[in-house]
């Protein structure tokens, strides 16, 4: 089996870096793309540096690591990230994080292995992001995984066939001593509590072998937990949760995705942690191992569950808006006048967007708080 076999999902390799970075400096889309991330920054310079790189690993050398340190630096008041040494250099691990923003969640776990020398991983996305050259491009380039998302145009044959060419790619990748990085469930936690998708678990497993714990040891799990003070997305995501439970039924307008994915590049986040968790142990698998299948998975996504709470980092927003929306002071121990009044002012801009577009006021606020509060019970139950 090769990487070849794969041609319609995986990202470039390196003989098809050059023609793809071509395509990127000519096209209309990459002079606005530019000043977004360099500001009054020499093109012509920007096009000689992009067209010297020939590998995927110089490309984000030169180019994509220089744009994420801007981001760090221009939108986040301090990055900590903690469990690097949980991580073998030359292994391949299959990272499975909770999913708070589009593109940064995964961004800021590469930024992170870049600067401690470890090897970047490949990205699973969506396909529904992927509606031009220019944007292709630039995600194949940067090792993205092409899913094809479940659509009413794909049969349940289709999508189960889709679902287990991209098993086959994700444990042929782990196998070559590469590691990938893929979101715990389908879409961003909306509510603040993040749950893996069992369905998730089941799809990663449809290439491996029948044993369980074989099956899942050949994928070696990292779990990851990302935890922003300010939600990137924080409005946005409100008004879809709200429309969504009220009766109504969210429709995307035309590139609200990237659109999206841009207002959380550009949304101050304050603090932001990323936590690498210690990796699924054989021992606990065979304990899944030990159930039946159902139930073996059931636990298998409780242990990464309890992972991902153990290492999630709560801010002090978190405490503010569990008191708040519990009317309490059962944690103003962890927080300081100053930082309820910021954090105030950010619901009093969030509510006025929810007011804008129609919302009742009361369920916005209370979806809007929620984001923000449940991880600190989901924390506590641990």
């Given at each position: 089996?090769?990487?070849?076999?794969?041609?319609?999902?995986?990202?470039?390799?390196?003989?098809?870096?050059?023609?793809?970075?071509?395509?990127?400096?000519?096209?209309?889309?990459?002079?606005?793309?530019?000043?977004?991330?360099?500001?009054?920054?020499?093109?012509?310079?920007?096009?000689?540096?992009?067209?010297?790189?020939?590998?995927?690993?110089?490309?984000?050398?030169?180019?994509?690591?220089?744009?994420?340190?801007?981001?760090?630096?221009?939108?986040?008041?301090?990055?900590?990230?903690?469990?690097?040494?949980?991580?073998?250099?030359?292994?391949?691990?299959?990272?499975?994080?909770?999913?708070?923003?589009?593109?940064?969640?995964?961004?800021?776990?590469?930024?992170?292995?870049?600067?401690?020398?470890?090897?970047?991983?490949?990205?699973?996305?969506?396909?529904?992001?992927?509606?031009?050259?220019?944007?292709?491009?630039?995600?194949?380039?940067?090792?993205?995984?092409?899913?094809?998302?479940?659509?009413?145009?794909?049969?349940?044959?289709?999508?189960?066939?889709?679902?287990?060419?991209?098993?086959?790619?994700?444990?042929?990748?782990?196998?070559?001593?590469?590691?990938?990085?893929?979101?715990?469930?389908?879409?961003?936690?909306?509510?603040?509590?993040?749950?893996?998708?069992?369905?998730?678990?089941?799809?990663?497993?449809?290439?491996?072998?029948?044993?369980?714990?074989?099956?899942?040891?050949?994928?070696?799990?990292?779990?990851?937990?990302?935890?922003?003070?300010?939600?990137?997305?924080?409005?946005?995501?409100?008004?879809?949760?709200?429309?969504?439970?009220?009766?109504?039924?969210?429709?995307?307008?035309?590139?609200?995705?990237?659109?999206?994915?841009?207002?959380?590049?550009?949304?101050?986040?304050?603090?932001?942690?990323?936590?690498?968790?210690?990796?699924?142990?054989?021992?606990?698998?065979?304990?899944?191992?030990?159930?039946?299948?159902?139930?073996?998975?059931?636990?298998?996504?409780?242990?990464?569950?309890?992972?991902?709470?153990?290492?999630?980092?709560?801010?002090?927003?978190?405490?503010?808006?569990?008191?708040?929306?519990?009317?309490?002071?059962?944690?103003?121990?962890?927080?300081?006048?100053?930082?309820?009044?910021?954090?105030?002012?950010?619901?009093?801009?969030?509510?006025?967007?929810?007011?804008?577009?129609g919302l009742d006021l009361k369920t916005a606020r209370k979806v809007y708080l929620g984001i923000y509060a449940g991880p600190v019970d989901t924390?506590?139950?641990?």
């Amino acid at each position: 089996m090769t990487g070849d076999s794969y041609s319609d999902i995986r990202p470039y390799n390196d003989d098809e870096i050059p023609a793809a970075l071509e395509r990127i400096v000519n096209d209309p889309f990459f002079v606005p793309a530019v000043n977004f991330a360099f500001p009054d920054a020499d093109m012509e310079r920007i096009r000689e540096v992009v067209r010297t790189c020939k590998t995927v690993d110089q490309m984000q050398e030169r180019v994509m690591f220089s744009i994420i340190r801007r981001i760090i630096e221009s939108t986040i008041d301090n990055f900590t990230s903690t469990g690097i040494e949980n991580i073998e250099k030359n292994k391949g691990y299959l990272y499975i994080s909770n999913h708070r923003d589009i593109t940064l969640d995964s961004l800021l776990l590469q930024y992170t292995l870049f600067t401690n020398g470890l090897s970047t991983t490949a990205t699973t996305l969506g396909d529904n992001l992927l509606r031009s050259q220019f944007i292709i491009d630039i995600c194949r380039i940067n090792r993205a995984v092409r899913v094809i998302r479940k659509t009413d145009d794909i049969s349940p044959r289709e999508f189960l066939q889709n679902s287990q060419h991209l098993a086959e790619y994700i444990r042929w990748y782990i196998s070559q001593g590469k590691s990938m990085w893929i979101s715990q469930r389908n879409g961003r936690t909306k509510d603040g509590v993040d749950a893996t998708d069992q369905g998730v678990l089941k799809m990663v497993s449809l290439s491996g072998p029948s044993d369980f714990v074989e099956n899942f040891s050949e994928l070696s799990i990292a779990p990851i937990a990302i935890s922003y003070q300010y939600e990137p997305c924080d409005i946005k995501k409100t008004i879809e949760t709200v429309v969504n439970m009220t009766g109504g039924t969210y429709q995307k307008g035309k590139n609200e995705d990237v659109n999206s994915i841009l207002y959380g590049i550009r949304m101050p986040k304050g603090d932001v942690n990323i936590s690498i968790c210690e990796p699924i142990t054989r021992k606990e698998l065979e304990e899944c191992g030990e159930l039946p299948k159902a139930e073996a998975y059931k636990l298998l996504k409780e242990i990464i569950d309890n992972r991902i709470y153990k290492n999630y980092k709560l801010h002090d927003t978190n405490y503010i808006a569990h008191d708040i929306l519990h009317r309490s002071k059962q944690y103003a121990e962890y927080y300081t006048p100053a930082a309820v009044k910021k954090f105030k002012g950010r619901m009093a801009y969030a509510e006025a967007r929810f007011m804008e577009y129609g919302l009742d006021l009361k369920t916005a606020r209370k979806v809007y708080l929620g984001i923000y509060a449940g991880p600190v019970d989901t924390k506590i139950w641990q």
